[in-house]
T-cell receptor, first 113, second 116 residues
């Protein structure tokens, strides 16, 4: 299994508070991604990174920001959480010999009250 | 824009039988990758199989195989000798490569139930 961890695994927060989710990899892969999974929508890309300090938006990026200061860490921040951001968040990585194949972390369940 | 469609929200199969999950996609590219991921109740996303579009031969991984029809833009997953552990959500995904980035577009998934 690819070495990907996410923290926290579960979080409950209140509307308007900032939240940061962390993705950590031990594979030294170039690409990292954040997806959200909601019923009826499958997985949708929020932001991705193609290198340290190199990031770009996905299809559902509004209300989210990311940072990548080290190869192994990719942070997702909700500046001011809203109830619509209640979801399961997945981090993924790709690179090495097969950059087209993404491997996923265990997910973080976020509830915004 | 690339889209992925899974027309079967739910499927069921008897243990030891064979089941086929459907997936169609839309693209104007000639070279691309397609994937099937499995998501059991644990929610972990697990890669099942991948197919490179320029390869004519259908990919296989043990009991899992695909029927890739490039002209029809169809990418179905066949599970042979179904086991109780195969019960999960299955997602079809298409890889988009644009400007140096690698992104996946997912279908909405098919929930597979395996009956003993």
């Amino acid at each position: 299994d690819a070495g990907i961890t996410q923290s926290p695994r579960h979080k409950v927060t209140e509307t308007g508070t900032p939240v940061t989710l962390r993705c950590h990899q031990t594979e030294n892969h170039r690409y990292m991604y954040w997806y959200r999974q909601d019923p009826g929508h499958g997985l949708r890309l929020i932001h991705y990174s193609y290198g340290v300090k190199d990031t770009d938006k996905g299809e559902v990026s509004d209300g989210y920001s990311v940072s990548r200061s080290k190869t192994e860490d990719f942070l997702l921040t909700l500046e001011s959480a809203t109830s619509s951001q209640t979801s399961v968040y997945f981090c993924a990585i790709s690179g090495g010999q097969a950059p087209e194949t993404q491997y996923f972390g265990p997910g973080t369940r976020l509830l915004v009250l | 824009a690339q889209t992925v469609t899974q027309s079967q929200p739910e499927m069921s199969v008897q243990e030891a039988e064979t089941v086929t999950l459907s997936c169609t996609y839309d693209t104007s590219e000639s070279d691309y990758y397609l994937f099937w991921y499995k998501q059991p109740p644990s929610r972990q996303m697990i890669l099942v199989i991948r197919q490179e579009a320029y390869k004519q031969q259908n990919a296989t991984e043990n009991r899992f195989s695909v029927n890739f029809q490039k002209a029809a833009k169809s990418f179905s997953l066949k599970i042979s000798d179904s086991q109780l552990g195969d019960a999960a959500m299955y997602f079809c995904a298409y890889r988009v490569s644009q400007g140096g980035s690698e992104k996946l577009v997912f279908g909405k998934g098919t929930k597979l139930t395996v009956n003993p």
